[in-house]
């Protein structure tokens, strides 16, 4: 399956066809973190996150651990409450 979320020179390209609901699709574009997902209802979700350390982290690390990154972004930063 092709992954629904292509980062390119002239912007993001999405396939929310392709999406399963609440999964989490992320790209790199213009040094940001852009994560996607489809929710219950099918509507298009959105977040940007512009933070260094975490753009950086994300980029270094393996498509497997970017939820773990993002989970510690969280915790750390205390963003639940």
Do not use: R, W
Request: aromatic share 10%; glycine share 2%; charged share 35%.
């Amino acid at each position: 399956m092709d992954y629904p979320v292509i980062a390119e020179s002239e912007g993001i390209k999405l396939k929310p066809e392709l999406m399963e609901i609440e999964k989490l699709y992320y790209c790199i574009f213009q040094d940001k973190v852009m994560l996607f997902f489809k929710d219950q209802n099918e509507l298009l979700n959105c977040y940007e996150i512009e933070d260094k350390e975490i753009v950086d982290t994300v980029k270094s690390s393996s498509t497997e651990n970017i939820e773990n990154v993002l989970q510690k972004f969280v915790d750390k930063e205390n963003v639940n409450h």
